[in-house]
């Protein structure tokens, strides 16, 4: 009766996405519906039918679903995010209609797009929007030239599933499975199997440790170029495909692979930084920002076998559900 009661009293936000399924703007909503929640705020989420895992996500977190936007479904809310711009564009006839007064409306740039078309596209987002919402140091030049609404920087945070006292159990447990006795080094790769992803650079590196018996490596993912891994002789490399819980395997290794080199925010990367790993990545801006620029023009063998010759043991930010919370906390 209590959550019922304060259920009626919460303000409401509306999440836009494009259908129901696990992908980066699925998840980053996912993750802002659960801290909104501890700042009362409760969520609906308006997306097509498509996967039945993530609907059932959201009914386990108790957020509301609904398959179509509407007029009544606007005047609900106090507060609309868009995760596309499919969904930017449905909300201009609400616009045009007044039907967006006194709704607080937050753009979230999923997607990096050359200056032409972010200069068009800021004209919607500067008409419909009261609040644009930066997750990556890579669009700042774009950003201060083309958006005139409030804008935030907050980085897409990941919420950890596991406490730390616990990690020691998990990486017992996940080792014991996989047959991976306590003395290895677990080097770990996480994606979905695209050529941006750099999946054959990952798979080429375990090719050179192959006859150094003290590595292993964990390859966790699936898709298009998945024939790359297929076509793989060797027996230094486990492959798990997707599994609905990266972070368990994360916690059980020592060394995470980060091989892409264009990404606005990767998520893959922000856990395995949560989950405290070595993390070894190519020297990019975005890498440079998030990892204190503890990255590399080429990654080698050397380099793993010496990594801590080369990384500096600095503290790098978490981008936690504290983190999230402080940053949200400030807007509402």
Request: some cysteine; aromatic content about 14%; proline content about 2%.
């Amino acid at each position: 009766y209590y959550l019922q009661i304060k259920k009626c009293l919460m303000k409401k936000a509306l999440h836009l996405l494009n259908s129901f399924k696990h992908g980066g703007a699925e998840n980053v909503a996912l993750n802002y519906s659960i801290v909104l929640d501890n700042l009362n705020v409760s969520s609906i989420f308006v997306a097509k039918k498509e996967s039945p895992k993530y609907i059932e996500l959201l009914i386990k977190n108790n957020f509301r679903y609904e398959i179509e936007l509407s007029i009544p479904l606007i005047q609900e809310v106090d507060y609309i995010f868009i995760h596309s711009n499919q969904n930017l564009f449905k909300l201009l006839k609400y616009k045009i209609l007044g039907k967006l007064k006194n709704k607080q409306i937050f753009y979230i740039q999923h997607l990096f797009y050359p200056e032409k078309k972010f200069r068009l596209l800021s004209k919607f987002i500067n008409y419909i929007c009261t609040d644009f919402i930066q997750i990556t140091p890579i669009t700042s030049e774009l950003v201060n030239k083309y958006i005139k609404i409030n804008n935030h920087f907050i980085v897409n945070f990941y919420i950890t599933k596991y406490k730390k006292d616990i990690w020691k159990d998990i990486r017992a447990n996940i080792r014991k499975e996989e047959n991976i006795s306590e003395d290895k080094i677990l080097v770990t790769y996480s994606a979905i199997f695209k050529p941006m992803k750099n999946l054959k650079k990952f798979i080429d590196l375990a090719y050179s440790m192959k006859d150094n018996n003290k590595y292993i490596f964990l390859l966790i993912g699936d898709g298009e170029q998945s024939y790359l891994i297929k076509n793989y002789k060797e027996n230094n490399i486990i492959w798990k495909g997707f599994v609905n819980d990266v972070e368990k395997y994360l916690v059980a290794s020592d060394i995470y692979c980060f091989m892409s080199k264009k990404e606005m925010m990767p998520m893959a990367l922000i856990e395995a930084i949560n989950t405290e790993k070595i993390i070894i990545a190519y020297k990019t801006e975005l890498n440079d920002f998030l990892l204190k620029n503890n990255t590399f023009e080429h990654i080698t063998s050397d380099i793993l076998i010496n990594i801590d010759d080369y990384i500096k043991e600095e503290k790098l930010e978490k981008y936690d559900q504290t983190y999230a919370f402080n940053k949200l906390q400030k807007i509402f």
